[in-house]
């Protein structure tokens, strides 16, 4: 399984970005596509979900500004990230599953500057 992480970058207090992962080696139609953050200091943490139904889940702190999409056709799974804070500054992962084992991709650091 290969998840390639990329659109992360340096932006400011307000700002969006749009983060994608391409996957490969694993059954992507069936499989519950994440993304994860992790802050200098801190675990990593969830940040969004979406099945192979499109049911999506947010962590709270994320809710009505975070979106995460899929291309069921393209292997992709997006996240569309609006009025960023200084608070979203991490290195965001990709994340799946297969035979229980899980994987990740290489992370993207998105910095948010007030």
């Known amino acids: 399984v290969q998840l390639q992480a990329s659109g992360g970058g340096l932006v400011q207090a307000g700002d969006s970005l749009r983060l994608s992962c391409k996957a490969s080696g694993v059954n992507f139609r069936v499989n519950t596509m994440g993304w994860y953050r992790q802050a200098p200091g801190n675990q990593r943490e969830l940040v969004a979900t979406i099945t192979s139904g499109h049911s999506t889940n947010y962590a709270d702190s994320v809710k009505g500004r975070f979106s995460i999409s899929r291309d069921n056709i393209r292997n992709m799974v997006y996240l569309q990230m609006n009025s960023l804070k200084p608070e979203d500054t991490a290195v965001y992962y990709c994340?799946?599953?297969?035979?229980?084992?899980?994987?990740w991709g290489q992370g993207t650091l998105v910095t948010v500057s007030s």
């Open positions: 994340h799946t599953t297969r035979g229980g084992d899980n994987f």
